[in-house]
């Protein structure tokens, strides 16, 4: 059986909603055109509420692709959610992070499950059929990361027997992004699966986990302007009897990201070389590609990053490309000096922390807690160098006492 990945499409993305919907639609359109059925890792949505306009795009997307006349069918739904299928279309897709809601609410996916344009495969196993092969799908829908590894161990997902079986989520990974010990890690999921797929994360990757594939396609539209993301947008086709996979570039918004180093710049030298480099990409790129400029180095005595005319190029080439400047790296000659005069000459001799000494008990008293209250006490708890816990422990006991004394 031939599986389409399709993740991430993101409709109703506010920057680039016009991509957003184009791309979903080509991606989605190609994948019901060459695959036996189609797995959707999250966010089909870019946010929990979206417009109705928005739902309507993905209405109209998922239901031209239903038309196609499916030859494999779902034929179990098995949820320990309580949830229901009211399609044998196999096109399956779990919630993503956007779409996440309070426990107990319904999903804005759960709109399209009800109208039978998906099944939903969240906390459930779905099998598909095709010519006597059976592919069982468990979905596992995003969840915060201090969640994740109590929800596997309250689902404990299992492969079905005399199926090829597929275990599809939304989540950070550690070996990813190891932004803390709540993510998960490649051994936190479940053995015995033949197929590892995933969303959330927004370029490609390929990797193994317990011996076997673990995929993302990626998602297919631009989100973020950052390294990494300038690979083409698509799905990727999954052949379960080859254990085969290849990736199908869509037709997407081309990003390019340009580093410029300019020491001792001029506001002249600086629009000399930012449009340079945006003319070199537009003369390859029609289709107003996305420009992102990083700036570094230092900026000639006498002038600031206030004297930059950032703005007005980006302004003038708005018809040709959408460009972004930034110029965190970009120091002023006399960087440090202001630094001293922050702390020394602005402040009055005052240091950084006795200047935010000062507005913090001034801010107080414009609440109306200066009678009898401490707040130079509080200040000084707050900006200790104590834990976190501690200092909260701390902070509380302080107001706590405060609150008796005024009750007394």
Not at 46 to 53: I, V
Not at 215 to 240: A, N, R
Not at 285 to 309: C, E, N, V, W
């Amino acid at each position: 059986m031939k599986l389409a990945i399709v993740s991430d499409l993101h409709i109703g993305y506010e920057r680039f909603e016009e991509d957003a919907y184009k791309q979903a639609c080509e991606a989605l359109i190609a994948a019901a055109e060459e695959a036996d059925a189609i797995l959707v890792p999250g966010d089909v949505f870019d946010k929990r509420s979206p417009k109705p306009d928005v739902i309507a795009q993905a209405i109209n997307i998922f239901r031209d692709i239903s038309k196609k006349k499916w030859r494999a069918r779902i034929t179990q739904f098995n949820s320990s959610a309580g949830s229901k299928s009211y399609t044998d279309i196999p096109v399956i897709a779990i919630p993503g992070t956007h779409e996440r809601v309070a426990e107990g609410k319904d999903n804005v996916l759960k709109l399209l499950a009800l109208a039978g344009l998906i099944v939903d495969a969240s906390e459930s196993q779905v099998v598909i059929e095709l010519d006597g092969e059976k592919v069982a799908v468990f979905g596992l829908g995003g969840v915060s990361e201090e969640r994740v590894r109590e929800v596997l161990q309250r689902l404990d997902p299992k492969p079905m027997d005399g199926a090829f079986n597929v275990f599809m989520m939304h989540q950070s990974v550690y070996e990813l992004l190891p932004f803390g010990e709540d993510i998960i890690k490649y051994a936190d999921l479940p053995k015995g699966f033949d197929l590892y797929i995933n969303g959330h994360i927004h370029n490609r990757i390929e990797a193994m986990v317990h011996g076997k594939k673990f995929l993302i396609p990626g998602s297919t539209v631009l989100t973020q302007l950052k390294d990494g993301e300038q690979d083409p947008k698509g799905l990727i086709l999954f052949d379960t009897k080859k254990y085969t996979h290849e990736f199908r570039p869509i037709n997407s918004r081309k990003f390019i990201v340009i580093d410029i180093k300019i020491d001792d710049a001029s506001p002249k030298l600086v629009t000399k070389h930012c449009e340079d480099e945006i003319e070199k990409v537009i003369a390859r790129h029609k289709d107003r590609p996305i420009i992102r400029i990083k700036l570094q180095g230092s900026i000639a005595s006498g002038f600031t990053s206030i004297d930059m005319p950032l703005r007005s190029i980006v302004s003038k080439y708005s018809q040709k490309a959408i460009v972004e400047i930034d110029s965190s790296k970009l120091k002023s000659a006399n960087w440090g000096d202001g630094i001293k005069g922050l702390q020394e000459g602005e402040t009055g001799g005052m240091t950084i922390k006795e200047l935010g000494m000062t507005t913090f008990v001034s801010k107080l008293k414009d609440g109306k807690l200066d009678s009898g209250f401490d707040a130079r006490r509080l200040f000084e708890i707050l900006s200790s160098d104590q834990n976190r816990e501690k200092t909260l422990k701390s902070a509380l006991e302080m107001l706590e006492e405060f609150g008796e004394k005024g009750s007394g």
